[in-house]
Structure formats: structure tokens, C-alpha cells
């Protein structure tokens, strides 16, 4: 009988938005319970906000002047007005006060900047998979890491949900956000 050899091929497919893979790493790691008390409480407080979104007569104009404006002014005053209305809803949604003012902000920030959370998962650390409309919203997305604006939001409410001190970490993967990038930075037809 010949030796046949067979070869793998990958293929990857690229969408006009994709999503980007954040994660959250604690040491000491926390307990499975505390990981998804995190999750639970981020992705109930995005399904509050994502609904806000699709159906608030006071956000949706909010979203709607935000296609029409480029002043960096105007921008993060619509930015502040959502910040208050998201907290006033995951207030009435019963997320837990002491994160409610960390996570909304976070989620006006994103709004502002096309960048969505599709979901939050637990494993080997929390995954935290953002969607983004655009190169210009994944290099902010970047920013937001890099400059510890994702660390101020996600540590103070891990060490509130673990009732302890932990240092957290707040990553991408560089494989990981270069093939994003290049699947937002490629023509749509050439994939």
C-alpha cells in the first residue's frame, strides 16, 4: 500500500467588521464562581446596553448624530449623555451598583467609537471578544488597552466580585490583532 501524504489547509475568512479577543488574566486566579459572576454581570450589563441601543427613543438619535459629527467636542458630549443613560439603565437592570460606573463608561466609549462587546466567556482567562466596525476602531480598541483605560474598568470590578485584592492583566494576543487587522484593512473582495 503507497504512503499517501495529505495536506492541511487553513482557510480564513474575512468580514467587513471582526471580532477582536481581549483577555482579562488574574493572579492569583480567581475561583470559577467569582469568573462568572464577572461574565454574568458584563454580558447582562452589554444586553441591557445593546437593547438601549436598537430601541430608546433617547439613544438612538444619540447614535444617529454621531454619523454626522467629527468634532472631538461634540463626539464626547454625546459620549457623556450616553454614559449617563446607560447607568440609569443598568442601575434599573439591577447590575451591581460599586461596577455600574466603570462599565458604563467603558460601553459609551465604545458606542462612540464602533466598537461593540459581543460576548464575555470564562476559561483559561476571561474572553472578552469586542466587534469592530474598522481599522480606525480597532487601533482605538488598542488604545483603550494600552493605556490602562481597560484595567481601570475590568480590575476594580474583578477585586469587588472576588472580595480581594488580585493583579489583573489585560491583553491581546499580537497574532491575534495583526490577522484582525488585516482582515479590516483588506479590500472586501480579496478577503
Known sequence: MP????ALLHIYVCFE???????????PPMAPTVEQDFVSELNRANAIIDQLIRTSLD??????QLRQRTDEFEIEC???DLEEIFKAAMSRGNITAEIVLNFANMLAFNSVRDIQI???????SIVIYFLCENVKSLCKLGQMI?????HSVFAPAIEFLARRPTTVDVYVRANEFYFTLLCLSSPADKG
Open 17 to 27: 467588521t471582526e471580532e477582536m479577543a481581549v483577555h482579562v488574566a488574574m493572579n
Open 146 to 150: 494600552t493605556s490602562g483605560f481597560m
Open 78 to 80: 454625546i459620549r457623556h
Open 3 to 6: 504512503f499517501r501524504r495529505f
Open 59 to 64: 439613544v438612538i438619535p444619540l447614535i444617529e
Open 118 to 124: 459581543r460576548v464575555a466567556k470564562p476559561g483559561d
